[in-house]
């Protein structure tokens, strides 16, 4: 679920990041504030982050297709961060 879909797109980081560790979700994120944060955390929702620059969402959505399967792999094994490069 995309921020902009829940109603409130001016949410702060804090409260997705509150949001996602309540509700068990994955925060996929090209912000890097979320993976320093959770690097510096004993706890917290998983982060995946994504590392390409600027790119068109249909590119971005295919190349996380081609990763899924390694992706899944990772939160799997209960990777705190998975970089997306």
Do not use: Y
């Not at 997705?16 to 509700?23: P, S, V």
């Not at 998983?46 to 249909?58: E, H, P, Q, S």
């Amino acid at each position: 679920m995309h921020v902009c879909e829940t109603g409130d797109a001016r949410r702060t980081d804090r409260e997705i990041w509150e949001e996602a560790l309540a509700g068990q979700f994955v925060n996929v994120s090209k912000d890097e504030d979320f993976a320093r944060r959770r690097s510096l955390t004993a706890s917290g929702p998983t982060v995946v982050w994504i590392r390409l620059g600027n790119t068109r969402r249909a590119a971005l959505l295919a190349h996380l297709e081609r990763l899924w399967p390694q992706l899944e792999e990772a939160l799997q094994r209960g990777e705190s961060i998975v970089e997306v490069a």
